[in-house]
């Protein structure tokens, strides 16, 4: 099957759908439409923004459509069907499919997920596989059904963690994006000529995500630092990780491993009696917490009503953060 013959109607909505969008038109793909969500009021001032996709599509000609609902839409699902997709694509548009979208398509809907399925099915599974601590993660190409990631897989590539450096979530999902993507444009072609068959999921393996809340955010000195650490990259930049401080409270932006602190005394003696969980020390020339096991450097943070600062500045124009406690 030739790809310029295939008639795709991409669906996608945040910077995350870009790469796979970028590449599917590179390639020579025939993107006959996007799918998107409405556009949102941005910022202090509330400025209606259009999506990334909307954004690509328009900047290659290519019609976009923004139902509010696609269950709802009568309309969009009548101009879906006039369109006559072939494929259907979707990469983070943040809808189910309606079942009766889904059976349209000559070769249905194929979706890009960011962990390794059935593990992390679900609204957020960048930010929870961070959260627990996992060493690897991974996309799956898949096509949708009627469930949430619940299709036969197409193909799957790993990735690590553990070997990545990142500050925060968002660095981890630009590295996935642009990994599905590639894999995305390596898996079509067999697919499309049945060389790639569907496999189902072990529906008995499978774990599921939630959305994040504010709450989801607070720090619980008591844990680990390396626990602590997963929080803040997982959970940053939003819903974002945050603490209080003499009854204010102070987000936590950037932190650092326990281990780039040395020595500590903390682990070096597993004598932890004398901790203070929350407790603020000058470790090593670096502002760092005292956790119930290890150090935690903070880098950057913000007191509310402030500005983002580095630890350091921080300190310098409040001295009696030195010695003090977080609660």
């Given at each position: ?36 969500a409405p556009d949102k ?37 009548q101009k879906f069907k ?200 000058i470790v090593n020339n ?42």
């Amino acid at each position: 099957m030739e790809t310029d013959k295939i008639k795709i109607i991409f669906f996608g909505t945040p910077e995350f759908s870009i790469p796979a969008f970028q590449f599917l038109i590179k390639n020579g793909y025939q993107i006959i439409a996007a799918v998107t969500a409405p556009d949102k009021p941005f910022g202090r001032r509330k400025i209606s923004t259009p999506p990334p996709v909307k954004v690509l599509a328009r900047q290659n000609s290519i019609p976009v459509f923004q139902p509010v609902s696609l269950k709802r839409d009568a309309e969009f699902l009548q101009k879906f069907k006039e369109l006559k997709p072939d494929l259907c694509v979707i990469v983070a548009y943040g809808k189910i499919i309606p079942k009766d979208y889904l059976g349209l398509p000559q070769y249905g809907f194929v979706n890009i997920h960011p962990s390794l399925l059935p593990k992390y099915r679900g609204p957020s599974p960048i930010q929870s596989a961070i959260l627990n601590g996992e060493k690897e993660t991974g996309v799956t190409i898949m096509l949708a059904d009627e469930e949430v990631d619940h299709g036969p897989i197409l193909a799957k590539r790993e990735f690590s963690i553990f070997n990545f450096q990142f500050s925060n979530r968002k660095e981890l999902e630009k590295k996935l994006a642009e990994l599905g993507a590639k894999l995305l444009i390596e898996t079509l072609p067999g697919y499309l000529n049945s060389v790639v068959e569907p496999k189902p999921q072990n529906h008995s393996e499978a774990t599921f995500t939630k959305m994040f809340s504010r709450e989801d955010g607070k720090i619980s000195w008591p844990q680990t630092a390396e626990q602590i650490y997963n929080q803040i990259r997982a959970l940053n930049p939003e819903p974002g990780t945050w603490t209080t401080w003499n009854g204010r409270i102070l987000n936590i932006l950037n932190a650092e491993p326990p281990y780039k602190v040395r020595p500590c005394r903390v682990c070096r003696s597993n004598d932890l009696d004398y901790l203070l969980p929350g407790k603020i020390q000058i470790v090593n020339n670096q502002v760092a917490i005292q956790t119930s096991k290890c150090y935690l450097v903070i880098k950057s943070l913000q007191l509310e009503g402030g500005k983002e600062m580095d630890a350091k500045s921080f300190l310098r124009g409040h001295p009696d953060f030195a010695s003090s406690r977080l609660e």
